[in-house]
């Protein structure tokens, strides 16, 4: 995970709070891939918040799977706030700089909410079904 550009504020927030954004990278799919990855929070940067973040997950099932992008408003002292996400299925990821367009709890669209992130996608060498994801690729000590 890249970076996020104009987040949202949670509805019900103070009009003076800003939001302090962290990303769940998560794997949906048989019992094996289920998986889930979160990024540290940004404080105060809810604009164009910066992670750089490399996460890497095994998927044994591709056809099943679904990867799930999920931001939300880290908190202290009570549970995060939900700001957006984006679902969809792991064989419609493809490797490249991508921007994922968030959206709200019912669907519908955040624009111009969404995440930069360079993903890919490599066949394992153990299975020919078997495929893994290096979801998203970008930091200091890895270059993509």
């Known amino acids: 995970v890249i970076s996020a550009q104009q987040l949202p504020k949670p509805e019900w927030d103070k009009p003076s709070s800003i939001v302090d954004p962290q990303v769940w990278v998560e794997v949906h799919g048989v019992p094996i891939d289920n998986n889930k990855k979160k990024t540290h929070h940004v404080d105060n940067n809810g604009f164009n918040p910066r992670w750089d973040c490399t996460f890497n997950f095994t998927v044994h099932v591709p056809d099943l799977a679904l990867v799930r992008f999920m931001v939300e408003d880290h908190d202290y002292t009570s549970s995060n706030d939900f700001l957006g996400q ?4 792991f064989t419609s990821l493809r490797t490249g700089y991508r921007h994922v367009r ?43």
């Open 86 to 89: 984006f679902t969809l299925p």
């Open 102 to 144: 968030l959206l709200k709890l019912d669907g519908s669209s955040l624009s111009p909410s969404s995440l930069f992130v360079h993903l890919k996608v490599t066949q394992c060498q153990s299975s020919p079904s078997k495929s893994s994801a290096k979801s998203p690729a970008k930091s200091s000590a890895k270059k993509p």
